[in-house]
């Protein structure tokens, strides 16, 4: 189980030479998921998702709240925990010099798998996400839709317990972004955790139990998709979303 309680994040910006302004990117955010569940996190850009799953894998501090993995505070044991998660942000570079062959040996060696074990890894994850015909050319030749695919697939090495998605599927042909929706519901059925972030309303109604729903740092509704369809008396999320925010649509 994966629980965020209460989770705020403060940030201090410039606005001049003598004056500063200071705002939350998040507000008192909870959010809990399961395991087997696919939790999404939707909102537009600048709702604050990017911020709480940056606080989620660990690469950011929060300012208030806690974070619970497994019933044990983030804090406590970072390091194992983080070795529970796999975390791919919507901007994750590669190192351009190496080939994803490389690359997914790299990670495997760094979570100490057994080289004989990890040779049967990366052979097992380069047919699940296609890769053989690119698997030993350099990173930098590579299309956005391949690049993407050795992103994910280096998220698999280790075999986590939880994976924390942001705008895995942003800027992707319609092949590059099935492969990718395939697999989480494959893991989905392995009871893994997975947390989504995506502003593709249609994509998450087809793959999430769950959607929480953030505008400007702040939870506007929770719940499945049918309900918040069904609450808000429209026919998909996206409406659904622009009910709930109301005036705030034609600003």
Partial sequence: MLEIKNISKKFTKKINKKETQTFYADKNITIRAEEGEVVGLLGPNGAGKTTLLRILAGVMEPTEGTIKIDNTNYKDDEINIKRKIAFLSGNTKLYKDISPYELLKMCGEYYNIEKNELEKQIHAISKRFNLDEFLHQRIENLSTGQL???????????????????????????????????????????????????????????????????????????????????????????????TLIGDESNE
Avoid at 218 to 233: D, F, L, R, W
């Fill in 148 to 242: 993407q695919r050795v992103n994910i697939a280096r998220c698999v090495v280790h075999n986590p317990k939880y994976y924390i998605f942001d705008e895995a599927t942003s800027g992707l042909d319609i092949i590059s972004s099935k492969t990718i929706l395939d697999f989480i519901k494959e893991e989905k059925t392995k009871n893994k955790c997975i947390i989504y972030s995506t502003h593709y309303m249609e994509e998450a109604e087809n793959i999430c139990d769950r959607v929480v729903l953030i505008h400007k740092g702040n939870i506007i509704k929770e719940g499945t998709p049918a309900s918040i369809i069904k609450e808000t008396k429209t026919t998909n999320l996206r409406d659904a979303f622009f």
